[in-house]
């Protein structure tokens, strides 16, 4: 894990924490217009703060498209790579769609990083691709001040099995499939108190696919699916919620850390941009108390994925899942709306 250049001393928020507020990026599209959209053909588009854009080319095929990209992460440029472009190839599989092919997007400064090492960044983008069977077909770069590494990725998906992250019903059962805590992990990376085996964890977890999300895609019985990235737990699961017109009760003794988490926590190392989160979401959510705040709000980066399925088919599900050998949580439900979006028991 040693590393003679740091990659992280060059970002001041690590991955999907160095997004836009939401509140400052609800201004930038509503000023520019960006919520109005009229071509039908645009079945997904900025309006429904989904995970990546849909077009319709014909009666049974529709287009997916997403661009993802940050500043660093870690500072091993392979393990950067990976990571990178597992969460962006994650947004196709997010929408229930297979991804076809990506193309990445470069700034690196050239003057003061050597290209040996963004040749590591595209190595560990290859990887990733490669194991969701794509190619990573050409790019973009640019030299500029700041390390930033992501990818424009393309995936197929049937216009009638589009999975939005609007579609839960009243009684549907929410699950996670990824374990909560690559924000705090990725602070503690930064402030050099990491340990081995938690950076292992961070990476391990950060570059699993979220496949799963192609098979889901088939089956009905799932009705909203989305991932969780930098508005971290709390900030995805107020969109699902909010986009169904229902109140999302959340039992936080279930949530999943990773291993290791929960000590970095007790010494207050998380992401500044958890209380951003927070701060943003408050007056949405009841039932948090003291430092809960802190897994709800940690900012993930290529983070699992949120899976609402009707609760009379929850033995199909999680029997779907052990056949797939994944991870899977249960952490809540959908209530109809009370006044709060979220509500967080114990």
């Not at 250049?5 to 930038?28: F, H, N």
């Not at 440029?77 to 990976?82: A, C, E, V």
């Not at 899976?307 to 991870?327: N, R, Y």
């Amino acid at each position: 894990m040693e590393q003679a250049t740091r990659l992280t001393e060059w970002s001041e928020g690590s991955g999907c924490g160095c997004k836009i507020a939401p509140a400052v990026l609800d201004q930038i599209l509503g000023a520019s217009g960006s919520f109005l959209q009229a071509d039908p053909r645009l079945l997904v588009g900025n309006s429904s703060k989904d995970d990546a854009a849909v077009y319709q080319v014909s009666e049974d095929m529709a287009i997916i498209n997403t661009v993802d990209f940050f500043t660093p992460i870690v500072d091993n440029p392979f393990d950067f790579g990976r990571i990178a472009a597992t969460n962006a190839i994650s947004d196709v599989y997010a929408m229930g769609g297979k991804p076809l092919f990506a193309n990445a997007i470069l700034s690196w400064p050239v003057e003061k990083l050597a290209p040996e090492l963004a040749a590591k960044v595209l190595e560990g983008a290859k990887l990733a691709c490669s194991q969701a069977g794509i190619e990573l077909a050409g790019g973009h770069s640019i030299a500029a001040k700041d390390p930033i590494f992501g990818l424009s990725v393309n995936g197929l998906v049937h216009p009638r099995k589009i999975k939005k992250n609007i579609g839960s019903k009243v009684g549907d059962l929410l699950y996670l499939t990824k374990p909560l805590g690559i924000g705090v992990l990725a602070t503690a990376l930064k402030l050099q108190k990491i340990k081995d085996r938690d950076y292992r964890n961070l990476v391990d977890i950060a570059c699993q696919l979220n496949s799963i999300g192609e098979v889901l895609g088939n089956h009905e019985e799932v009705h909203a699916l989305t991932d969780i990235t930098g508005f971290g737990l709390l900030g995805h699961a107020l969109e699902m919620a909010e986009g169904a017109g229902l109140t999302l009760q959340l039992e936080f003794g279930k949530l999943p850390l990773i291993d290791g988490v929960a000590d970095y926590i007790q010494q207050f190392i998380f992401p500044d941009n958890t209380y951003r989160n927070w701060n943003a979401f408050h007056s949405k959510v009841t039932g948090v108390n003291g430092m809960e705040l802190v897994p709800l709000c940690d900012p993930q980066t290529s983070g699992g994925l949120l899976i609402s399925v009707g609760a009379e088919d929850k033995a199909w599900f999680e029997e779907t899942m052990h056949l797939h050998e994944e991870t899977f949580w249960e952490i809540g439900k959908f209530l109809p709306k009370d006044n709060f979006w979220v509500q967080v028991v114990n």
